[in-house]
């Protein structure tokens, strides 16, 4: 059974920076492009990023470009993200998303269960 | 960046149908936009239903089905149970650049 586990989440002030993990397991990790998504507050989905399986590949949303990193050790089964400069609006839940290939433009296909980002003073 | 609309709200009675659908602001939607489909209950996080236009995860009831009408992406429910009340959201992708709707908060009622 495929399970994705995110860690990392927490309050943080504005402008600091947080790094997310999301542990993988049941798949074959580094066959698989890996996915963050968020949802802030009562809000909708949001595209975050995405790498591909062996890492050579990303893509990130305009919102977060220049301030997240997405990297993976497939030697660990884990994805991060690292998240700096943060905003009040980067607030959500970020979930890990499971690719359904290797390439950055496969889609979603098994999702965490989501870590809280508090951006706060 | 590309605008993905949906119907902010639906209502179906148990045992109808109804459908939901993905619009962008860009024109019509193809199937080289991959249309998918997620459904999230409350508290919970969302799982894929739908993926490229009209292929069922392992898990997707037979009563969702995913198609193209009328220039737009759609996810018919046929048969609606009470547990199928939910917030459903569509992604299309735009060479590479993804971009969710803002959901249909479906009610079974």
């Known amino acids: 059974e495929v399970q994705l586990v995110e860690s990392g989440g927490g309050l943080v002030q504005p402008g600091g920076s947080l790094r997310l993990s999301c542990s993988a397991s049941?798949?074959?990790?580094?066959?698989?492009?890996m996915n963050w998504v968020r949802q802030a507050p009562e809000k909708g989905l949001e595209y975050v990023s995405v790498?591909?399986?062996?890492?050579?590949?990303?893509y990130y949303a305009d919102s977060v470009k220049g301030r997240f990193t997405i990297s993976r050790d497939n030697s660990k089964n884990t994805l991060y993200l690292q998240m700096s400069s943060l905003r009040a609006e980067d607030t959500a839940v970020f979930y890990c998303?499971?690719?359904?290939?290797?390439?950055?433009?496969?889609?979603?296909?098994?999702w965490g269960q989501g870590t809280t980002v508090t951006v706060s003073s | 960046q590309a605008v993905v609309t949906q119907e902010p709200s639906l209502t179906v009675s148990p045992g109808g149908t109804v459908t939901l659908t993905c619009g962008s602001s860009?024109?019509?939607?193809?199937?080289?936009?991959?249309p998918y489909w997620f459904q999230q209950k409350p508290g919970q996080a969302p799982r894929t239903l739908i993926y490229?236009?009209?292929n069922k995860h392992s898990w997707t009831p037979a009563r969702f089905s995913g198609s193209l009408l009328g220039g737009k992406a759609a996810l018919t429910l046929s048969g609606a149970q009470p547990e199928d009340e939910a917030e459903y959201y569509c992604?299309?992708?735009?060479?590479?650049?993804?971009?969710f709707g803002g959901g249909t908060k479906l009610t079974v009622l």
């Open positions: 992604l299309l992708s735009y060479s590479g650049a993804r971009v």
């Open positions: 049941g798949f074959t990790f580094s066959s698989y492009a």
């Open positions: 860009t024109g019509a939607v193809i199937s080289g936009h991959y």
């Open positions: 490229d236009t009209n």
């Open positions: 790498i591909s399986s062996n890492g050579g590949s990303t």
């Open positions: 998303v499971k690719s359904f290939g290797g390439v950055v433009y496969n889609g979603l296909d098994v």
